[in-house]
């Protein structure tokens, strides 16, 4: 899974095709995990939160798994395909960004195939965005793929460059111990909220494209503190993230979040945003005062998820 640190909503084709995209994201511990099995019968297994039992891959309901055996040419009606995953769905830390990536891993490790990081993700946002047409971006395809806390350029003829940040030992210890997520009790689907932002920025509206100049402003002076190890000034930045992320759409706030929020600001945190598409799921703050913000959280009954960086991006953890 993943956090944004700055720069989030500029990797939309719909925005990114036109003027480029920039954004800085961080890997988290926090996994989606695919078993992939061999049956004696002649079936398609499929678990997820629902269980098909299907004979040819064009009957299978999921369509990512469907896309994926596609695309990868995994045709054995030999096959039982499990999912679980360490944070549900729809919850802003790019669960399906991350099972993408996983599950085409699985199916090239089945078929003996070597995938490069860079091919995985573009493999991935191939599936979702061009096959399935979520009006999505490729910021959670690619940081699951790759890992670390690490840049991204979306150029304007769909060629995406990274690079991990250069971040001092020391710096990156403090970022991880100050950042602090808390769950807001809701989940949405990020493609409705995203697909407000596709349209509007498509016909050129000049409110949300400033809105995404100003956004990948951030990202590129958020990438400048985290490099230079000016972890107030970033704090800062992510507020300011925050207030124009709010601005982007009605869906993306609500009376409860904007109350959390500033009871956090007011209580500890230097800054923070909601992750994701937003409308749900969790929000990060940079603490100055971790004690009294985790007290704070808890009297509002927000549970929070602690986690750390991950540099490995998407693996294989056992293979027979």
């Known amino acids: ?47 997820y939160s629902k269980l098909e039992r299907v004979t040819s891959v064009e009957q299978i309901e999921h369509p990512i798994v469907r896309e994926a055996l596609k695309l990868t040419g995994v045709t054995d009606p030999h096959i039982e395909l499990a999912s679980m ?3 549900p769905g729809g919850t802003g830390l790019g669960s ?25 993700a573009e493999q991935a946002c191939e599936i979702e965005i061009n096959r399935l047409g979520e009006p999505i971006g490729k910021q ?25 940040c250069k971040i001092a030992a020391e710096t990156l210890y403090s970022l991880e111990d100050n950042l602090l997520l808390f769950f807001t009790g809701y989940s949405r689907s990020a493609s409705a909220i995203l697909k407000d932002q596709h349209e509007r920025s498509k016909k050129n509206d000049s409110s949300m494209i400033d809105n ?17 190890g000016d972890l107030e000034q970033f704090a800062g930045l992510m507020d300011v993230h925050w207030q124009r992320k709010k601005a982007r759409s009605s869906g993306m706030s609500n009376a409860h979040i904007n109350e959390w929020y500033d009871y956090a600001m007011a209580n500890g945190a230097l800054g923070g945003k ?18 009294r913000l985790r007290q ?10 602690r986690f750390r960086f991950d540099f490995e991006g998407t693996k294989i953890v056992v293979q027979h």
């Open 274 to 291: 909601l992750i994701g598409a937003g409308g749900g799921g969790f929000l990060m703050f940079y603490a100055g005062d971790k004690k």
């Open 212 to 228: 995404l100049h100003f956004t990948k402003e951030l990202g590129y002076k958020s990438l400048n503190c985290l490099e230079s």
């Open 1 to 47: 899974m993943r956090v944004s640190l700055g720069g989030g909503g500029t990797d939309l084709a719909s925005y990114y095709s036109e003027h480029g995209g920039f954004l800085v994201a961080a890997a988290v511990d926090k996994y989606v995990y695919i078993t992939k099995h061999t049956t004696f019968q002649e079936e398609i297994i499929i678990k």
């Open 96 to 120: 399906s960004g991350s099972f993408t990536t996983a599950l085409l891993k699985a199916l090239h490790a089945f078929k003996k195939n070597s995938v490069s990081p860079a091919e995985l």
């Open 85 to 87: 995953a360490d944070i």
């Open 296 to 305: 704070a959280m808890r009297e509002k009954g927000l549970q929070e998820l």
């Open 140 to 164: 959670d395809q690619y940081i699951a793929a790759v890992g670390g806390i690490t840049a991204f350029t979306f150029h304007k003829d769909g060629r995406v460059d990274f690079r991990p």
